[in-house]
C-alpha cells in the first residue's frame, strides 16, 4: 500500500482516538481530511500534523447532519481529487442513567451522533469509494457494542447497531472493492473516558478493574489497528467488528 498516495478521511478527528489516527495516518504520508464540530480542535490536530511535516485539511461537519456529510465527503474529495480510507469515529457517550431513566432526549441525540452518523458517513462514502473500485472504512464502535454496560443504554444500542450496521455494508459491498470494518476499543485515555469518570468517580476503579491488561488504552493504541484495518495487510478482512480492549470481552 503506498500511503503518500492514499486520501483518509477521519470524522472526530479533533480530540481523543480521532485526533491519533489523523497523526497515524498523516504520518505514513496519507493525505488527512479532519473533520469534527468544532474548528478550535480540528485546527489544533491540523497544526500537530503539519508540525511534523504531513498533510491535512479540516472541515467542520456534524455526522448527524446529512448536509453536513454529504459536503464533507464532497470536500474530502474535491481537496485530493480522491477517497481510499475513512475512519468514522465520530461520537458522544450521552448522560449517564439506566435504561428506565434514560430520557427520550438523551437517547435520540446519542443515536444520531453515533448511529445515524456512522449511516450517514457510509450512505455518501460508499458510493464514490465503488465508483474507485477500492476502498475502506472502520467505524468506531466500542466494547459496548459487543457486550453491556449498566448505565449507558443508548450508547450501547448505538454501538451495537454500528456493528450490525458495518457488517451489511461489508455484505453489500465485498463485490465492489470495498472493505468495512468495525473497532472496539476498550477504555482508552481520552476527553471522553475523564467525562465519564468525572460524572461517575466509582466509573475509574470499575473501568481499570474491566480491563484484564491492567490499564486503560492510548488513543495511539487504536489508532495502530485501525491504520491495519486500512491497509493491504488486512485485504481480506471485511464484516469484522475487532475488539481491542486489554482483554475486557474475553472475560
Ligand atoms: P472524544 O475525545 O470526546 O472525541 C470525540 C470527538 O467526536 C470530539 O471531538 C467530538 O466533538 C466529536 N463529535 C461528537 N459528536 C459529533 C458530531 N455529531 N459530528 C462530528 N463530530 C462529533 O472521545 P474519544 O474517546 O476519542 O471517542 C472517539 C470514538 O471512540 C467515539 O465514537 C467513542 O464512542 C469511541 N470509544 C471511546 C472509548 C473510550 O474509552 N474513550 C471506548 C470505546 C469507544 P465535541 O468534543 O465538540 O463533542
Known amino acids: 500500500m503506498n500511503w503518500r498516495e492514499t486520501v483518509v478521511l477521519v470524522t472526530?478527528?479533533?480530540?481523543?482516538?480521532?485526533?491519533?489516527?489523523?497523526?497515524?495516518?498523516?504520518?505514513?504520508?496519507?493525505?488527512v481530511v479532519a473533520a469534527d464540530l468544532a474548528m478550535d480542535g480540528l485546527e489544533e490536530t491540523v497544526e500537530?500534523?503539519?508540525?511534523?511535516g504531513g498533510e491535512a485539511r479540516a472541515v467542520k461537519a456534524d455526522v448527524s447532519r446529512?448536509?453536513?456529510?454529504?459536503?464533507?465527503v464532497a470536500q474530502a474529495v474535491k481537496s485530493y481529487g480522491r477517497l481510499d480510507c475513512a475512519f468514522n469515529n465520530a461520537g458522544i457517550e450521552g448522560a449517564l442513567a439506566s435504561t428506565a431513566?434514560?430520557?427520550?432526549?438523551?437517547?435520540?441525540?446519542?443515536?444520531?451522533?453515533?448511529?445515524k452518523g456512522v449511516w450517514l458517513?457510509?450512505?455518501?462514502?460508499?458510493?464514490?469509494?465503488?465508483?474507485?473500485?477500492?476502498?475502506?472504512?472502520?467505524n468506531t464502535s466500542s466494547v459496548a457494542g459487543l457486550v453491556g454496560f449498566p448505565g449507558l443504554p443508548a450508547y450501547?444500542?448505538?454501538?451495537?447497531?454500528?456493528v450490525g450496521l458495518t457488517r451489511t455494508a461489508a455484505l453489500e459491498y465485498a463485490g465492489r472493492g470495498v472493505r468495512v470494518n468495525a473497532v472496539c476499543p476498550g477504555a482508552i485515555e481520552t476527553p471522553m473516558l475523564d467525562r465519564l469518570e468525572r460524572s461517575e468517580p466509582r466509573?475509574?476503579?470499575?473501568?481499570?478493574?474491566?480491563?484484564?491488561?491492567?490499564?486503560?488504552?492510548?488513543?495511539?493504541?487504536?489508532?495502530?489497528?485501525?491504520?491495519?484495518l486500512c491497509s493491504d495487510a488486512?485485504?481480506?478482512?471485511?464484516?469484522?467488528?475487532?475488539a481491542v480492549d486489554g482483554g475486557w470481552v474475553a472475560q
Not at 458517513?121 to 472502520?138: S, T
Request: proline fraction near 4%; glycine fraction near 10%.
Open 12 to 31: 472526530g478527528a479533533g480530540s481523543g482516538i480521532g485526533r491519533a489516527a489523523a497523526l497515524a495516518f498523516a504520518e505514513e504520508g496519507a493525505r
Open 48 to 52: 500537530l500534523v503539519q508540525k511534523r
Open 66 to 72: 446529512a448536509q453536513d456529510v454529504e459536503a464533507m
Open 101 to 115: 431513566d434514560c430520557t427520550e432526549e438523551n437517547w435520540n441525540r446519542v443515536l444520531a451522533a453515533n448511529l
Open 121 to 138: 458517513c457510509l450512505k455518501y462514502e460508499l458510493p464514490k469509494m465503488a465508483a474507485q473500485g477500492r476502498g475502506a472504512i472502520v
Open 156 to 162: 450501547v444500542a448505538s454501538k451495537h447497531g454500528i
Open 203 to 228: 466509573m475509574q476503579t470499575q473501568v481499570v478493574a474491566s480491563e484484564p491488561i491492567g490499564r486503560p488504552g492510548k488513543p495511539e493504541e487504536i489508532a495502530a489497528a485501525v491504520l491495519w
Open 234 to 242: 488486512a485485504s481480506f478482512v471485511t464484516g469484522q467488528a475487532i
